[in-house]
């Protein structure tokens, strides 16, 4: 069941006095109407849409490696009728209708019998997961669990960092981790190698380029790893000093060092990467970041 829209006296009220007062403070203030709230209604948009973004990941499971039966076409259209009852309404900080759509389809094409999900806030995501994984354990990891809309009656919850938790019981095997935690995309890499996962999925990951634009960067991130990787072979070949990638957000400076030891240890376990493509065009919704890394499988001992 979704959960009820503003009502129309609030609406008035933000239209007429708060949304003004707010806007000459410099603030925006807008109803967290989610994105997918506004869709296509006509059948042949309807079906356009829905085969743009059924080709677009077809093509990203494909170039992932992922070895799945998944009718993507049909997946794709189920989401398209689930998606409005989902409990939780966001705009801002965390997931819209692309990145929800990514998920839904990695998570189906992966079909693990356990889901480690860092960074939950308002749950939308571990809905996902649910939707896409009905019988999946599932175990979720925040700090703060007090954004909750959603609260899955079958998963673990815990305020514990996903490292500091006991997985000796855990299968590895017919795992995959799911990070949006605004932690650093390397050593969740590195930790996850540790126990042994092959099956990852990172939300934001952004190259050098485009990280600005993310707040709470999660640093080396998967793509700055790759890169990093690929121009320290060719700056030790033309013997110069690797560049360090720096940018500025809401007026602070940030910096990933091109030596890092932690981007070349994550780098060494990483066995492939792909990027999911954003579905903008596809979906004209918000762009979606969604990468899907295998890892090197465990050398014998490694696995906790
Ligand atoms: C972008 S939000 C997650 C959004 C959610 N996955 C979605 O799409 O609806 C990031 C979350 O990461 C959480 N977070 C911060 N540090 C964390 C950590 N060490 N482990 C897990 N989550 C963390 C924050 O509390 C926040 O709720």
């Not at 093509?59 to 398209?80: C, E, H, K, N, Q």
């Not at 017919?174 to 092959?198: M, P």
Request: with cysteine; glycine share 6%; charged share 25%.
């Amino acid at each position: 069941m979704s959960t009820p829209r503003p009502s129309r006296t609030l609406e008035r009220l933000r239209r007429r006095v708060l949304a003004p007062f707010f806007d000459r403070l410099g603030y925006d203030l807008v109803p967290a109407a989610p994105d997918w709230s506004h869709r296509p209604t006509s059948p042949r948009e309807v079906d356009q849409l829905l085969g743009s973004a059924a080709d677009s990941l077809q093509r990203d499971l494909a170039a992932s490696g992922i070895a799945t039966g998944l009718d993507v076409p049909a997946a794709v259209r189920r989401f398209w009728t689930l998606i409005p009852t989902a409990p939780v309404r966001q705009r801002r900080g965390g997931s819209g209708f692309n990145g929800a759509l990514q998920l839904y389809v990695a998570m189906r094409a992966l079909a693990p019998s356990t889901v480690i999900e860092s960074g939950v806030f308002r749950g939308l995501t571990t809905w996902v997961i649910r939707q896409a994984c009905p019988d999946a354990t599932i175990h979720c990891h925040d700090p703060d669990l007090s954004n909750l809309h959603y609260r899955d009656p079958g998963a673990h919850y815990s305020t514990a960092d996903w490292s500091t938790a006991d997985w000796s019981q855990l299968d590895a095997a017919t795992t995959v981790a799911f990070f949006d935690d605004h932690v650093s995309q390397g050593r969740r890499v590195i930790e996850a190698r540790r126990l042994g996962l092959t099956r990852l999925l990172f939300d934001d990951d952004a190259a050098g380029h485009r990280i600005h634009a993310h707040g709470g960067p999660a640093h080396p991130t998967i793509a700055m790893i790759e890169t990093l990787r690929d121009e320290a072979g060719r700056d030790e070949a033309r013997r110069v000093t690797p560049e360090p990638i720096r940018w500025q957000r809401n007026g602070r400076s940030f910096e990933q060092p091109a030596d890092d030891p932690l981007a070349r240890e994550a780098a060494a376990g990483v066995a492939y990467a792909h990027a999911f493509d954003d579905l903008h065009r596809a979906t004209g919704y918000s762009p979606a970041r969604l990468t899907y890394v295998a890892l090197h499988p465990p050398k014998r001992g490694i696995a906790a």
